[in-house]
C-alpha cells in the first residue's frame, strides 16, 4: 500500500488537496479529498472513472488518474 497527496487546482483557481491509497493493483485506487469520505476509481478501456456510487466531477477523477499514470512511470515523483 502508497499513500499519495495531490493537490488539485478547480477552474474556480481553488485549491483541494486529495489523499490517493494505492493497493496492489496499478489500474485502480482509493482516494479522498480533504480526509473526507473514501472513494474508489478504477482505469477502464484506457480511461479513468470513479467505480463507486458517489458523484465526483469526471474532470478531478482524470487529474487524479493522470497523477497516478504518471507516478507510475516517474515513481520517484
Not at 18 to 36: A, R, V
Not at 51 to 66: C, M, Q, S
Request: no cysteine; aromatic share 10%.
Amino acid at each position: 500500500m502508497q499513500e499519495l497527496a495531490y493537490i488539485h487546482t478547480t477552474k474556480e483557481n481553488k485549491k483541494e488537496t486529495y489523499t490517493i491509497i494505492e493497493y496492489s493493483d496499478p489500474l485502480q485506487f482509493d482516494f479522498m479529498k480533504n480526509g473526507d469520505l473514501v472513494h474508489r476509481a478504477a482505469k477502464e478501456e484506457g480511461r479513468w472513472v470513479q467505480t463507486d456510487d458517489r458523484n465526483i466531477d469526471p474532470e478531478v477523477i482524470a487529474a487524479l488518474g493522470k497523477y497516478m499514470d504518471d507516478h507510475h512511470e516517474n515513481p520517484e515523483t
